[in-house]
């Protein structure tokens, strides 16, 4: 069992789907879920959220996307394309997740201006200026991987480039590589590698590879990450990504890495689209029985777990769909 992080608490926290599989122009708003009702919005098979903590003017982009039309389109149509963004975090290195990032840096006009300098002129002021308005990227290691498939018959598939990490550093990014969990903001935390300790096997295919040199080594994809947020009085918020490793391993890490055990909301994507009936009857079991106030099952999920999450938990769910704010 892994020490309790000194993980923290916010008292407020408003997250904001920018892009997911699902569009609805009619949902009806609540107290606690608000849509965007000023006309169409974008679905993709990706997903994207924005963070906003404590009322705070510098907000965290959980994932962006898998093309370049939809979170940038949204975001206009939002009127949130000038919103500062002072963090993003990157759940995992599929496509479906990264793909308008250099978008996003670029439109944050990140790279340093020209000034007028006293001389004589410092290098290490020069450094620093020239780094100062750079954000983080918080990614795990294996993110960055070069993928390849094995098909049965034994051929090999590939490669599925990795995300340009060259590319984002060049338009203003610092890329932050972590293993482990990382602080995003106190009470805000990314879990970093979550182990799979579970039932759950269907978010990882055995045909998966990475390359190292001229080796093929079986890729468990180690990267998958979710965002944890601790709101006081409430208890925990988890936002996935996939869920890759699980989405019953990803609740089970972040009340470990927390220290706390209650789970106020679920939400994101937690990867049961080509799970067996039996694993989405546990999957759906576990949440029943740790009492979330909301769980809302959103991109990969499936259609059929996303029925079983609705029949099962009707007072909980909520459809996960774009344009979506949800006020905690």
């Known amino acids: ?3 309790p992080l000194e993980f923290g608490s916010v008292n407020s926290t408003a997250l904001t789907v920018l892009v997911d599989n699902k569009a609805d122009l009619i949902v009806k708003s ?27 003017k510098g907000k965290i982009l959980w994932d962006a996307g898998v093309s370049k039309i939809a979170l ?22 599929h496509f479906d997740h990264y793909a308008a ?26 450094e620093e200026w020239m780094i100062s308005s750079r954000i983080p990227i918080i990614a795990h290691p294996a ?19 990795p995300p340009p990490q060259g590319e984002w550093q060049a338009a203003g990014a610092e890329i ?30 055995d045909q998966l590879r990475y390359r190292n040199g001229s080796d093929f080594i079986p890729d468990d994809l180690e990267e998958d990450q979710a965002v944890v947020i601790n709101i006081k009085g409430k208890g925990l918020v988890v936002l996935s990504g996939c869920a890759h490793s699980g989405i019953v391993n990803t609740i089970q890490y972040a009340r470990e890495i927390s220290g706390v055990d209650t789970v106020y909301a679920v939400i994101g994507g937690f990867h049961l689209a080509r799970s067996s009936e039996d694993e989405i009857d546990q ?26 999450f609705a029949q099962e938990m009707p007072d909980q769910f909520v ?3 774009v344009g979506a704010t949800y006020l905690f």
């Open 1 to 3: 069992m892994k020490k």
């Open 30 to 56: 609540s107290e606690r879920v608000k849509y965007f009702p000023d006309g169409p919005l974008l679905a993709e098979h990706g997903f994207s959220v924005l963070i906003q903590l404590n009322d705070s």
């Open 72 to 93: 940038m389109e949204n975001m206009r149509s939002m009127k949130l394309e000038k919103t500062p963004i002072s963090k993003i975090a990157l759940s995992h290195g």
């Open 101 to 126: 990032m250099t978008d996003v840096l670029i439109g944050l006009d990140l790279l340093p201006k020209d000034k007028k300098w006293d001389t004589p002129v410092n290098k290490d002021d020069i």
């Open 143 to 161: 993110a960055f991987r070069e993928r390849w498939w094995e098909k049965d018959d034994g051929t090999m598939v590939g490669p599925f480039l």
């Open 176 to 205: 932050i590589l972590s293993e482990g969990p990382y602080q995003l903001a106190p009470g805000c935390w990314t879990t970093g590698y979550i182990p799979r300790n579970s039932f759950e096997e269907s978010g990882r295919s």
């Open 283 to 308: 999957t759906v079991e576990y949440l029943k029985s740790i009492k979330p106030d909301l769980v809302v099952p959103g991109h990969c999920t499936g259609f059929k777990a996303i029925c079983r």
């Open 319 to 321: 459809e996960g769909v």
